[in-house]
């Protein structure tokens, strides 16, 4: 399973940015998909993921600003970020559960400054 990601860039405090995530290989074998992040300095942690059948899962810090969704026709993932603060600055990695293995992305940088 191989994960591009893309969407990341620099943003005003309050702003916006949307985030894929493109999966491609064994796909058949993946029933959940997501993105963690990690800043400088700091443990990588889950940010949002979601399951086959749909089901969502949200760190708490990111609640009611992000929003994940997925494609299956394109097997793509999506993170809609909004209202986004400077404590959001990360490199943001896809992930992907398929079987007994995990799969990750490059990352890409979010950066939140004014």
């Known amino acids: 399973v191989q994960l591009v990601e893309s969407g990341g860039g620099l943003v005003q405090p309050g702003g916006s940015l949307r985030l894929s995530c493109a999966a491609s290989?064994?796909?058949?074998?993946?029933?959940?998909m997501g993105w963690y992040r990690q800043a400088p300095g700091k443990k990588r942690e889950l940010v949002a993921a979601?399951?086959?059948?749909?089901?969502?899962n949200y760190a708490d810090s990111v609640k009611g600003r992000f929003t994940i969704s997925r494609d299956n026709a394109k097997d793509t993932v999506y993170l809609q970020m909004n209202s986004l603060k400077p404590e959001d600055t990360a490199v943001y990695y896809c992930?992907?559960?398929?079987?007994?293995?995990?799969?990750w992305g490059q990352g890409t940088q979010v950066t939140v400054s004014s």
């Open positions: 290989g064994s796909i058949f074998s993946i029933y959940a």
């Open positions: 979601i399951t086959s059948g749909g089901s969502t």
């Open positions: 992930w992907a559960r398929g079987g007994v293995f995990d799969y």
